[in-house]
């Protein structure tokens, strides 16, 4: 068996979602899915010509050689979005090697810890992300960010049946003088504060709630933290920036509240620090940066051994998913969830079909047994949903 040719078709859901096909002579293919990006113009990456570009190192080789093509391509990938191309194209692999052998990936990975994946909702504030060119922004759509909109926006997304909320809060979000320099002032405390408390007396004193709170420095993180403390968070995340490994470690070591990070990190070389400093009390791969399914199955493996938790991070199509889905259910016992950031695109799961719907039931995904992912796409719905000046798969 011999790869093709690699083809890209960016479907538009809230994020670009970059999908990839693997080709091969016998008629078999794999499908993967590149890191989401934002469909602003100003922010929009190459990601298709970074996926396209790998084609001359991968056509004619066997496909069923999934570690060897990662570690052959593996230098063209890096942190951030641009880890993107690598990740998908192995989740492809897999897919390919899969359905050769008759079998869904997770038996490939060494089987299975569970029968379904917990998953966590991403809520963004008050009102979910449908449209991520436009639903980020503060300014001119404060309504949505009032400790009263965010309840309301728990209380919908908790009677859908997730038992795990996040949602994001940032100092900005308080206004004129939230921060003066990069100091987070008094009024920010108060304000997120405010909005926790909320949250809370929404959803029940016992739920479990995260965040997504970059406050910059560590001494405003600490601060931050420290006035979360009281409410009995999951975790706080992304605080600062990853790169900082001394500065989070001084972070965790001073609030009693978990600390995540790791959406950007690309391969599980670049978490060792983190980890071995135990620097955060979880880390977050994205699967779509982070290398792909292997890394992840590496990842939980590596963090389990220094006593850390592992929660996805995962902002993309039922593509991508499906490969977080059998990472997961091969990873230990320190698995928290996998992200699903999609609770405002009511088509998501139009996208593919072959797999048991709702895919997301009771805030959990049935990990699926057909071979390799376990679904196809909907080609109707993908072509309904191509970003502009897009083609499927040509």
């Known amino acids: 068996m011999k790869i093709t040719d690699i083809k890209v078709a960016v479907i538009r859901g809230n994020f670009c979602w970059p999908l990839i096909k693997v080709e091969t002579d016998e008629g078999i293919y794999g499908l993967g899915e590149s890191r989401d990006y934002s469909p602003v113009s100003q922010y929009t990456l190459p990601m298709k010509e970074l996926i396209l570009h790998l084609k001359r190192e991968l056509i004619g080789e066997d496909p069923r050689n999934v570690e060897y093509l990662f570690n052959k391509i593996r230098r063209y990938g890096s942190d951030g979005r641009f880890g993107g191309s690598v990740s998908g194209i192995e989740m492809a692999l897999w897919d390919i090697l899969g359905k050769t052998l008759g079998a869904p990936i997770y038996r490939l990975l060494g089987g299975k810890f569970r029968d379904k994946i917990r998953i966590y909702c991403d809520c963004h504030a008050g009102k979910p992300i449908s449209d991520a060119a436009v639903d980020y922004a503060y300014k001119g759509q404060e309504e949505y960010y009032t400790p009263e909109a965010y309840a309301e926006n728990a209380k919908k997304i908790k009677s ?46 016992d739920f479990p709630l995260a965040l997504d709170a970059y406050h910059g420095t560590v001494n405003n993180a600490i601060r931050f933290g420290r006035a979360m403390d009281p409410f009995g968070l999951m975790w706080i995340e992304d605080v600062i920036s990853w790169r900082d490994v001394e500065g989070f470690k001084r972070v965790t070591d001073s609030i009693k509240t978990p600390t995540l990070t790791g959406e950007n990190i690309y391969t599980t070389e670049h978490f060792k620090p983190l980890i071995e400093n135990r620097a955060v009390d979880i880390v977050a ?101 191509l970003a502009e000046g897009e083609k499927y798969f040509e």
């Open 160 to 205: 859908m049946g997730f038992t795990i909320l996040k949602f994001d809060l940032h100092p900005h979000y308080a206004g004129k003088d939230a921060m003066i320099g990069n100091t987070v002032t008094d009024k920010a405390i108060k304000y997120e504060v405010s909005v926790v408390q909320a949250l809370r007396d929404a959803v029940g004193e």
């Open 285 to 385: 791969p994205d699967m779509a940066t982070h290398g792909g399914i292997m890394e992840n199955k590496k990842l939980a493996w590596l963090a389990d051994l220094y006593g850390l938790s592992i929660a996805p991070h995962f902002a993309g199509s039922p593509v991508s998913m499906m490969a977080n889905i059998h990472a997961a259910t091969a990873m230990p016992s320190n698995l928290i969830a996998v992200e699903f950031h999609a609770v405002g695109v009511p088509w998501w799961e139009d996208l593919v079909k072959g797999i048991e719907k709702p895919i997301i039931k009771d805030g959990y995904i049935k990990v699926p047994d057909k071979p390799g992912l376990g679904i196809e796409l909907n080609e109707k719905t993908a072509r309904k949903h």
